[in-house]
């Protein structure tokens, strides 16, 4: 049965050689095999010619390569382009490419849901289901760099250039999995991504930033959300956890870890709630002469939840506020949101049509 057979996809170099080596072969075969299925987009195992017969037929007994089933794909008016991905019992998570003169970025989904409920996000409102395997997490990637042309017509330039792990779930609350596929994600065999191209955006789990930091070396982001821990434990009720000054300990240990880079702290301009003058000078205080950039993110607002988006004015008057503090502030460009593909709105809701059409799949397989 294909659910017994070991899914290749999202399996890093050095467990797929220990896999071949277990299989009798030869460890070279696996940088052959990564080349078909990330750089030339193969998952046939006929079609991989330079591997021989009797390889390709004991990868088809006792392996696969399986990708994530599809739902949909949504365009925006503004060139960005949403897919939900099945995940299982009904649901989806989302994947979002925003497409730049310069880059193309993928947001992508670690987990279907997310168990922190941070009050202004839509992900954590659907609560926690499971986490995604790195199969699903490198599957986004593949389907996005299948569907959407390479760039300036190089065979070795992928439409993604950029990876960011801002869309459905908390990477670092699913960590085991997050890793393989960044390991995919930079391998030259694969993507060949720039670690600096790659950014695990999170909520504030310490431990595995440590771990992360020691492992990975890619871009951090965090969301911060609020400068002080009355606020921020409200917003962000995993503060109450890891608090504002360890969370921050915490960025500049990784900081530490690498030269010349910063950690971007994500910060969603609420009306009324964190978006003040006197929250600015906190933030600028946290903040000041440290490694530190701040990314303004305008709230992006979802059925059933009560915020408001700060008005222009007042996120820029916060914008230029930091700056006189010293810091690097920018305001995130909100995009995507007529499809609902814009940061905070990822819920994996599965229209009626897809539904209908899962809920069929589901029957034909129970009455199979
Ligand atoms: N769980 C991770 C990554 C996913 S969320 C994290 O929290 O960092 C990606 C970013 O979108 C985070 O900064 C998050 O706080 C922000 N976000 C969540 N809901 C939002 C909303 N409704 N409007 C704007 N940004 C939101
Ligand atoms: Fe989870 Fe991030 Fe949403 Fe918070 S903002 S609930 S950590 S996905």
Not at 94 to 106: C, H, K, N, Q, S
Not at 233 to 243: G, T
Not at 297 to 320: C, K, M
């Given at each position: 049965m294909a659910n017994d057979r070991i899914n290749l996809l999202g399996m890093p170099q050095a467990a797929l050689e220990a896999l071949f080596i277990e299989f009798g072969e030869k460890a070279f075969h696996a940088r052959q095999l990564m080349r078909w299925v990330y750089q030339r987009g193969v998952t046939d195992f006929e079609e991989m010619t330079d591997l021989s017969k009797s390889l390709r037929r004991k990868l088809e007994d006792e392996t696969s390569i399986e990708l994530p089933e599809v739902l949909s794909q949504h365009d925006s008016e503004d060139?960005?382009?949403?897919?939900?991905?099945?995940?299982?019992?009904?649901?989806?998570?989302?994947?979002?490419?925003?497409?730049?003169?310069?880059?193309?970025?993928?947001?992508?989904?670690?987990?279907?849901?997310?168990?922190?409920?941070?009050?202004?996000?839509?992900?954590?409102?659907?609560?926690?289901?499971?986490?995604?395997?790195?199969?699903?997490?490198?599957g986004q990637v593949w389907h996005a760099n299948q569907a959407l042309p390479r760039r300036d017509n190089d065979a070795a330039d992928f439409a993604v250039t950029n990876v960011v792990f801002m869309g459905m779930g908390e990477p670092l609350a699913n960590y085991r999995n997050v890793v393989p596929a960044i390991e995919v994600l930079i391998s030259d065999l694969a993507y060949g991504i720039s670690h600096r191209r790659v950014t695990v955006s999170t909520s504030g789990l310490v431990p595995n930033m440590d771990k992360l930091g020691d492992e990975c070396n890619v871009s951090l982001a965090v969301s911060l959300h609020?400068?002080?821990?009355?606020?921020?434990?409200?917003?962000?009720?995993?503060?109450?956890?890891?608090?504002?000054?360890?969370?921050?300990?915490?960025?500049?240990?990784?900081?530490?870890?690498?030269?010349?880079?910063?950690?971007?702290?994500?910060?969603?301009?609420?009306?009324?709630?964190?978006?003040?003058?006197?929250?600015?000078?906190?933030?600028?205080?946290?903040?000041?002469?440290?490694?530190?950039?701040?990314?303004?993110?305008?709230?992006?607002?979802?059925?059933?939840?009560?915020?408001?988006?700060?008005?222009?004015?007042?996120?820029?008057?916060?914008?230029?506020?930091?700056?006189?503090?010293?810091?690097?502030?920018?305001?995130?460009?909100?995009?995507?949101?007529?499809?609902?593909?814009?940061?905070?709105q990822l819920a994996g809701k599965v229209s009626d049509r897809v539904r209908n059409r899962l809920s069929e799949k589901r029957r034909r397989v129970a009455t199979a």
């Open positions: 060139g960005t382009i949403k897919w939900l991905f099945e995940s299982g019992f009904g649901q989806a998570v989302e994947a979002v490419f925003i497409p730049e003169p310069d880059r193309g970025t993928l947001c992508i989904s670690s987990q279907v849901g997310c168990a922190l409920d941070c009050a202004f996000c839509a992900t954590g409102a659907q609560g926690f289901n499971r986490n995604l395997s790195a199969a699903e997490i490198i609020a400068p002080n821990d009355d606020l921020r434990d409200e917003l962000v009720p995993i503060n109450k956890m890891h608090p504002i000054e360890k969370l921050l300990d915490a960025c500049w240990r990784y900081a530490g870890k690498r030269t010349n880079r910063h950690i971007t702290f994500e910060y969603v301009m609420l009306d009324g709630v964190n978006d003040s003058l006197a929250h600015a000078d906190q933030l600028g205080a946290l903040l000041r002469n440290r490694p530190a950039k701040v990314n303004l993110i305008p709230f992006n607002p979802f059925a059933g939840n009560e915020y408001r988006r700060s008005p222009a004015d007042t996120i820029l008057d916060f914008q230029n506020r930091l700056r006189q503090h010293g810091l690097v502030a920018t305001t995130r460009k909100t995009r995507g949101e007529d499809i609902n593909a814009a940061c905070g």
